[in-house]
């Protein structure tokens, strides 16, 4: 079992940027893909970001390549999204997620532990 706590959103004027942070606890000896997904008002849950134990390897959706970048921080635990040139479309609930195996899907459904989200609103 882990557990996340994601933290740093809030609201931001278009253009800014904000860096968010998910901490994992339990059993972080594990190897875990993490990952960050977004879900706005009416929308299915989106894939953002996710970044493989197995090398560091990351992948970004389309979407967002350019302006967000995953990172993580093995001996805190945590994994950051940073979010560059923000827009009111980037507006959401950005959750943090963590699955066993190397494979940074974009499927929310193949991820087992997810924190409890963190609000991102970005004011045009």
């Known amino acids: 079992q882990v557990q996340l706590v994601e933290s740093g959103g809030g609201l931001v004027r278009t253009g800014g940027s904000l860096r968010l942070s998910c901490l994992a606890s339990?059993?972080?000896?594990?190897?875990?893909?993490m990952a960050w997904f977004r879900e706005a008002p009416g929308k299915e849950r989106e894939f953002v970001a996710a970044?493989?134990?197995?090398?560091?390897?990351?992948n970004t959706a389309d979407s967002v390549k350019g302006r967000f970048t995953i990172s993580r921080d093995g001996a805190k635990s945590t994994v950051y999204l940073q979010i560059n040139s923000l827009k009111p479309e980037d507006t959401a609930v950005y959750y943090c997620?963590?699955?066993?195996?190397?494979?940074?899907?974009?499927?929310?459904?193949?991820?087992?532990?997810w924190g409890q989200g963190t609000q991102v609103t970005v004011s045009s």
């Open positions: 339990g059993r972080t000896d594990r190897k875990y893909t």
């Open positions: 997620t963590a699955r066993l195996g190397s494979n940074g899907s974009p499927n929310p459904g193949e991820y087992e532990y």
């Open positions: 970044s493989s134990w197995l090398g560091g390897g990351t």
